[in-house]
């Protein structure tokens, strides 16, 4: 069976929703203003690992039927835990929360009048946020016409509609790069991508997207992966020219404003030079709908799992909770959400990455027992260990790590993997003999 062009564009639009989020409208600019004169550097390893690699893995875990089972293939114990780890950070842990603190804080908070009660605006607001993506998550078999039809053009008419006011009408000025982008501007692009947090969400929205498909009546297996494909290229293809826009914006303008704790702040600065103060409805429209679509569908993802995984929990049970749930969480503080994020990421992020890595190449690999557990085991050592020293002193333990290649860079895991995978093929020969 074949899919219409009108429903395949349809999923692909839902597809770029889910991923364009909250960390996706901040980080791009921020990008640019730093990396300024080396942006492109910065830009292409930041494509890496937010567009390649989250296309990637909803490829992965479509083909896999799912992460639990993608991660099976390390061992039943750590499918569970990881599994469990990457739906509750990405989810009401960190993630859901994040896309409904993230657009009051950007771009509302800084309008209201001063003075004013923040907390209390902060709760209406959330509340209403919650409100409406739990009830779009009730009805899932709707969820593609309502994001494809409505949410997702409107959000890139305003996208689109603040980056051409901006060519007519901005100031431009390229600054030098900071120390950071000088002379690791790849690497840096590229755990910079880390903050979209978008390779994790793909693991959640693989299945999503796979359900989708077979709701709309590809019901073979080989049809469903074609479409992921198609579906997963045109989206990745609308997220890298919107990143573009953004990562223009940030660079064309590092020289005009100070470099502020994140990309919002550079987005005010934009909004109100070429639209002046009613530019402050766009932006809170912009941030609104692209958190409001995101939030939707890791509500809707994370609930069909562990509704999947225990039969006992209903599904509009579990969205009505992660609603709740997340709903006190978020009224914590962006920065506290923030703060909690950064070393997190840095543990997961790579395992994530390793195990799409290892998911996409299984062929080449099936026969060989010890490569997914000597692999996942090698990285998860060595991020976990770059994590924790952001957050406490690890003396010796820090300084023996130091002596792995780009450690220091956050890129430690890369050679430990490749070693890992080595050992692997060793082992497996020796066991055969």
């Not at 989250?54 to 039927?65: D, M, Q, S, T, Y």
């Not at 690497?187 to 693989?206: E, P, R």
């Not at 990309?263 to 600065?269: D, M, S, V």
């Not at 009613?278 to 939707?296: K, N, Q, W, Y």
């Amino acid at each position: 069976m074949k899919l219409g062009k009108k429903k395949t564009l349809l999923v692909s639009f839902m597809l770029f929703s889910l991923f364009f989020g909250a960390g996706n409208l901040i980080f791009p600019p921020f990008l640019g203003q730093n990396a300024a004169d080396h942006t492109i550097g910065a830009f292409i390893g930041f494509l890496i690992t937010a567009v390649i690699l989250p296309i990637l893995g909803v490829v992965v875990v479509a083909k896999f039927n799912g992460l639990d089972a993608l991660a099976s293939k390390v061992g039943t114990k750590f499918a569970f835990v990881f599994t469990i780890l990457i739906y509750l950070s990405i989810g009401p842990g960190l993630g859901i929360p994040r896309a409904a603190s993230v657009p009051f804080e950007m771009a509302v908070a800084p309008y209201l009048p001063e003075n004013a009660p923040l907390t209390a605006y902060m709760l209406i607001y959330s509340l209403v946020f919650f409100l409406a993506a739990c009830w779009l998550c009730l009805t899932p078999q709707k969820l593609v016409a309502r994001i494809g039809h409505f949410l997702t053009p409107s959000l890139l008419i305003l996208i689109v509609l603040f980056f051409v006011s901006f060519l007519f009408r901005g100031q431009v000025a390229v600054a030098d790069a900071q120390p950071a982008y000088q002379n690791f501007a790849f690497m840096q692009g590229f755990v910079d991508g880390y903050q979209t947090m978008d390779t994790i969400a793909a693991l959640n929205f693989g299945l999503v997207i796979a359900t989708t498909l077979s709701s709309l009546g590809l019901k073979e297996k080989k049809g469903v992966m074609r479409y992921t494909v198609v579906c997963g290229i045109f989206a990745g293809s609308i997220l890298t020219i919107v990143y573009l826009m953004l990562t223009y914006m940030g660079m064309a303008s590092s020289g005009v404003y100070a470099i502020g704790e994140n990309g919002a702040f550079a987005l005010r600065q934009i909004v109100y030079q070429v639209f002046g103060q009613p530019g402050a409805i766009l932006l809170a429209a912009i941030f609104t709908l692209a958190c409001l679509t995101t939030c939707v569908g890791l509500i809707n993802s994370i609930s069909l799992f562990f509704s999947k995984l225990y039969p006992k929990l209903k599904y509009r049970t579990l969205v009505v909770f992660i609603s709740i749930f997340s709903f006190v969480v978020c009224n914590q503080g962006l920065n506290t959400i923030l703060s909690i994020s950064v070393p997190v990421l840095n543990a997961i992020y790579p395992v994530s990455i390793v195990l799409i890595v290892l998911g996409l190449t299984d062929g080449l690999h099936s026969r060989n027992s010890t490569v997914y557990p000597l692999v996942i085991a090698g990285t998860t050592v060595v991020s976990v260990i770059y994590a924790l020293r952001t957050l406490l002193p690890l003396g010796i333990v820090d300084k023996v790590f130091s002596f792995i290649p780009f450690y220091a860079q956050g890129f430690g895991w890369v050679c430990v993997a490749i070693a890992m995978y080595l050992l692997s093929l060793i082992v497996e020969k020796i066991k055969n003999h």
